[in-house]
């Protein structure tokens, strides 16, 4: 379980659950889920989505259906057949969110001891695999030249704003490709949390819309 920001780099991480939870039931048990849902995570103060706009927005962590909606967690609509702006919301979520699975990706794909079970001990694994997040961390910071990430190596957005897929898909084809999340069914969400996305999902079909999200819903 980890987050990233937007240079790829990991900026929590919990090890060791070993797939007997959903992503949800494991996400709520951390140290950072925990405080993230109690609202004591010290992100910044809630600022404006747009210049003149007189309602200010929390900042938030973007996730997906595996994770519970939250004032400071937003996770996709449920369902197929969405009005236009919840469909929409749910395309730019989906964009942003490939962020963590580019991130997952390129750790997978540099570190291949991640490909395939660890054979060490359950506390030895889980200091390989945080290793492994360190140098990852640290070579994304430093390597200036980009050999261990080139720009072909991540998803890009092509000319006509759909998505080039990275290179790291390719390389992950031979072991079943990128990791999925573990769906849960829990719906614990408040009232003001499902305000917060409904306003949301008004902003992006008004003042944050961009001009091909119509075309890829």
């Known amino acids: 379980m980890a987050s990233c920001d937007a240079r790829y780099t990991f900026t929590s991480a919990s090890i060791g659950s070993y797939g007997e939870q959903s992503d949800g039931g494991v996400f709520q ?8 849902l ?4 010290p992100l910044p103060p809630r600022a404006p989505l747009w210049n003149g706009s007189s309602t200010d927005f929390p900042h938030f962590f973007v ?4 994770f519970p909606l939250k004032e400071n967690l937003m996770r996709p609509y449920p369902g197929a057949q969405l009005p236009r702006n ?9 964009r942003a969110r490939r ?3 580019n991130s997952f990706g390129i ?12 054979d060490f001990s359950p506390k030895n694994c889980e200091t390989i695999v945080l290793t492994c997040l360190v140098l990852h961390n640290f070579v994304m910071l430093n390597d200036h030249d980009r050999w261990y990430c080139p720009d072909t190596f991540v ?28 769906s849960t069914t829990r719906r614990n969400a408040s009232s003001f949390a499902f305000r917060l996305r409904d306003f949301l999902a008004d902003y992006f079909i008004n003042q944050g819309a961009v001009s091909f999200q119509e075309d890829r819903i």
């Not at 000319?159 to 490709?177: N, P």
């Open 29 to 36: 048990q951390t140290k950072f889920g925990q405080a993230l």
């Open 107 to 118: 750790l997978t794909a540099r570190w291949r001891v991640l490909r395939k079970v660890i």
């Open 99 to 101: 962020i963590i699975e």
């Open 155 to 182: 998803d890009t957005d092509t000319a006509d704003h759909g998505i080039l897929e990275g290179e790291w898909r390719e390389d992950l084809e031979s072991v079943g490709g990128a990791l999925h999340s573990i």
């Open 38 to 41: 109690e609202n004591k995570l």
């Open 86 to 94: 919840k469909a929409i919301f749910n395309y730019r979520l989906s």
């Open 63 to 66: 996730a997906d259906a595996a």
